[in-house]
């Protein structure tokens, strides 16, 4: 049985995987509509960097570099002491900015607002525009079969 820790932790990373891997317009737009973020201070401004990314042949195979990918970093504290850190692809430091407020915000009282009405609002668009490329990728699909072919 996972202790309370453990679901913490667990939660924490899938709301900064999901602020990573969010559009920027996406979360940008319904950011904007939260209008009582708190006050700050810059732990680490945003930063834009590089990672290089590892991959793995057939997934479980010896690892090796796939390539690199530009990503943008930014923590922050807030006036309780709480430290919120945001890491998102590409080079928006504005959503570097509200990902790592994003993430403190969702340690304190206000987290159940914020899941209604950031979160989970862009986890349904990113279903969504998944759930419309995999449609897009199986229009394409190709079914081959093959004939038996009499050999005289």
Known sequence: ?????EIGIKARKE???LLAR???NALMTLWDGIQDCPSFEWLRGPEVGGVMVLGRI???????????MTVTRCSVVLQD??????????????????AALIDAMMQTAAADDLQERLLDPLRLQMQSIKTAR???????KVEF????????
């Open 1 to 5: 049985m996972a202790n309370q820790t």
């Open 15 to 17: 709301w900064m995987g």
């Open 22 to 24: 969010a559009p920027d």
């Open 58 to 68: 057939g997934g479980t195979g010896a690892l090796f570099n796939l390539g690199e």
């Open 81 to 98: 002491g709480t430290v919120g850190h945001g890491y998102v692809q590409g080079r928006s430091k504005s959503k570097a900015e509200a």
């Open 134 to 140: 995999a449609a897009k990728a199986a229009a394409t």
């Open 145 to 152: 079969f093959t004939l038996a072919r009499g050999e005289d």
